[in-house]
């Protein structure tokens, strides 16, 4: 597997070159701690971008936060989401902020579903993340210096501060332990709905309606949901 260095090297030797020449950059490549794969090259600048992944071995989240089922679909959603954070930032800031050179990855709705644009191995906890960037050009001649700012710094930082779990903040640590604690009471509940022969579960202040047809958002000023008494229920959950 080639290393970094020689990924870095690559790129410096196709300044100027046609967009073609990108083609060269697709296989993997070993950072410190991850390794990058270009996985398809866009064929010119104004094609689709470009399809990369990050694979890291030991990206050290505790095993709990994947071990069942559930909690690993959450943790893997919780992690796409703070990734495509993360790119927001960088944009906001000013980095990659046109499609020349933009990062981008898998937006998530309001659902928690298993996608494949982000995944956790349940055994031994490697992570693959797919994600998606505009290899820089000016017309179509490669520029270098640009695309080595989009791998080394842009792609580099976002895999090193959001996918390996001693580099998140305490703030985020403890998001992602709340997102388990969801996760494990959301399980609980719907093993309680078929032991209780219930077809669904609303918690009482619930926010139902939607901000519009195409929003995942509560509808501003809505009434919260409240059970007639005759159907309360009540759970005891683990959290």
């Given at each position: 597997?080639?290393?970094?260095?020689?990924?870095?090297?690559?790129?410096?030797?196709?300044?100027?070159?046609?967009?073609?020449?990108?083609?060269?950059?697709?296989?993997?490549?070993?950072?410190?701690?991850?390794?990058?794969?270009?996985?398809?090259?866009?064929?010119?600048?104004?094609?689709?971008?470009?399809?990369?992944?990050?694979?890291?071995?030991?990206?050290?989240?505790?095993?709990?936060?994947?071990?069942?089922?559930?909690?690993?679909?959450?943790?893997?959603?919780?992690?796409?989401?703070?990734?495509?954070?993360?790119?927001?930032?960088?944009?906001?800031?000013?980095?990659?902020?046109?499609?020349?050179?933009?990062?981008?990855?898998?937006?998530?709705?309001?659902?928690?579903?298993?996608?494949?644009?982000?995944?956790?191995?349940?055994?031994?906890?490697?992570?693959?993340?797919?994600?998606?960037?505009?290899?820089?050009?000016?017309?179509?001649?490669?520029?270098?210096?640009?695309?080595?700012?989009?791998?080394?710094?842009?792609?580099?930082?976002?895999?090193?501060?959001?996918?390996?779990?001693?580099?998140?903040?305490?703030?985020?640590?403890?998001?992602?332990?709340?997102?388990?604690?969801?996760?494990?009471?959301?399980?609980?509940?719907?093993?309680?709905?078929?032991?209780?022969?219930?077809?669904?579960?609303?918690?009482?202040g619930a926010i139902l309606p939607r901000?519009?047809?195409?929003?995942?958002?509560?509808?501003?000023?809505?009434?919260?949901?409240?059970?007639?008494?005759?159907?309360?229920?009540?759970?005891?959950?683990?959290?």
């Amino acid at each position: 597997m080639n290393s970094a260095e020689q990924m870095k090297s690559q790129i410096r030797s196709m300044n100027g070159r046609g967009y073609p020449n990108y083609r060269a950059l697709k296989g993997e490549w070993q950072f410190d701690g991850f390794v990058l794969s270009v996985d398809h090259v866009q064929s010119d600048p104004f094609a689709s971008p470009s399809s990369l992944s990050v694979h890291i071995a030991k990206p050290n989240f505790p095993r709990h936060l994947y071990a069942h089922k559930a909690q690993r679909i959450a943790l893997q959603d919780a992690l796409m989401r703070m990734f495509g954070k993360g790119i927001a930032c960088q944009t906001h800031d000013g980095s990659g902020s046109k499609t020349n050179g933009k990062v981008s990855c898998a937006s998530c709705c309001q659902e928690v579903l298993e996608r494949s644009a982000c995944t956790i191995d349940p055994d031994s906890g490697a992570l693959v993340l797919c994600f998606n960037a505009s290899f820089p050009a000016r017309g179509r001649s490669i520029l270098a210096g640009n695309m080595i700012d989009l791998i080394f710094r842009q792609i580099v930082s976002l895999v090193e501060r959001y996918l390996f779990y001693d580099h998140l903040s305490d703030d985020e640590k403890r998001y992602l332990q709340k997102v388990y604690e969801l996760s494990v009471d959301q399980q609980k509940i719907r093993e309680e709905l078929e032991s209780r022969n219930l077809v669904a579960f609303v918690s009482n202040g619930a926010i139902l309606p939607r901000e519009s047809g195409s929003s995942d958002l509560p509808m501003k000023d809505a009434v919260p949901f409240v059970s007639a008494p005759g159907f309360e229920v009540e759970l005891d959950l683990p959290y």
